[in-house]
C-alpha cells in the first residue's frame, strides 16, 4: 500500500476548518487504512490541506510550504474561506487567494466542511476509490433556487451575511446567482425570500476542481418601460407586487389596468409632470373606492 502524508495548513482561519480536517483523520473514517496519515513536517508531505483566507503575515509562508512538499505536490483548500475569502474578502489584512499562491487541486466548500466531505475529497484527489456517508436528516446544505418562483427582487442578496449572492442586470435579464463558494449556509437567505424561491439542499456539498463553477442561478426577465423602453425592473417582480396590492384591496380590483400602467413606467418616466398628475388622478380614484 502507498503510503500518503497529509500536511495542514493554516493561513488565516477561525480553526473552524481545521478542527474538521483533524477529525477527518480520526480511525472511524478509515483514512489511515488506506494509507494516508497527518505529519507535523511538510517535507516529508505529498498533499497541503490549507485552511482560511491568506494574510499579508501568512503569503509567503503559503508558497514556501508548497515548496517544501514533496513531488508530485497536490493541494486541497479547505472551508469557503480558503475557497473565496468568505466574509473576508478584501478585508485590509488578506492578501489573494489561496489559488492566487499556490496550484490548489479541489476545494471542498462549506463552513466548516465535514470531515466527510474532507474525507470524500482526499479519497477523490489520491483516486483511492470512493467514499460516501449518509447525511443526516436537516442538514444544511447549499441554497437550491427555483427560478420559476423568484422574482428577482433581491431581498437574499440584502441579507446574505458573506456576500455569497450576487444580482447582476444585463440587457433584459436579472441574474441572482448563489457562489457555493462564499456559502457558509445560514439560510438567512431562505428565511428571507418573500416567494419561498430558497431551500437549503439536503445534501452534503462534494468538492470540486473549480471553485467558480459551483452555485446556483435563477434569470429573470427585466421590464420595459412603457415610455422611454428602457429596463428598471424585473418583470414577474411587477407581477407580485400588482396581485398582492389586489389581494389587500380587492376594492381595486377594477383599476387593474390603470395600476398596472402606472407601474409599467420607469423611476424617470414617472417623475415626468403629465404622469404624475395621471398618478394623482389615479390615487384619487382608488381613495374614493377605498
Ligand atoms: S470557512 Fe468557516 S469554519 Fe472555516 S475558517 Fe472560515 S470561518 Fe472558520
Ligand atoms: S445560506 Fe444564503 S444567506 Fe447564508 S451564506 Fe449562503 S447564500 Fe448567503
Ligand atoms: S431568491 Fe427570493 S429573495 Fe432572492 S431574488 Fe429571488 S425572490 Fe428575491
Known sequence: MRQVNVYRLDVGSCNGCDIEVFSAFA?????????????????????????????????????????????????????????????????????????????????VPGCPPSPHAIVEALVDVLKLGSKAWEVPGGFRGMPNIDAEKCTGCGACVQVCPTGAIEMVDEGNERKVRFRYEKCISCASCEEACPEEAVELGAERPRATGDRKAIGAEAKIELRRCSACGSTFAPTPQLERTLDRILEKKEKFSGYRDLIAQTMGLCKNCRNLPENIRKAKILLFKLDLTA
Request: with cysteine.
Open 27 to 107: 480511525r472511524r473514517f478509515g483514512l489511515e487504512e488506506l494509507g494516508v496519515k497527518l505529519v507535523g513536517d511538510p517535507s516529508e508531505a505529498n498533499v497541503l490541506i490549507v485552511t482560511g483566507v491568506p494574510t499579508v503575515k501568512t503569503r509567503d509562508m503559503l508558497r514556501e510550504v508548497y515548496e517544501r512538499l514533496k513531488p508530485p505536490r497536490l493541494a486541497i483548500a479547505v472551508g469557503a474561506c480558503a475557497l473565496s475569502g468568505e466574509a473576508f474578502e478584501g478585508s485590509y489584512s488578506v492578501d489573494g487567494m489561496v489559488d492566487e499562491i499556490i496550484h490548489v487541486d479541489a476545494y
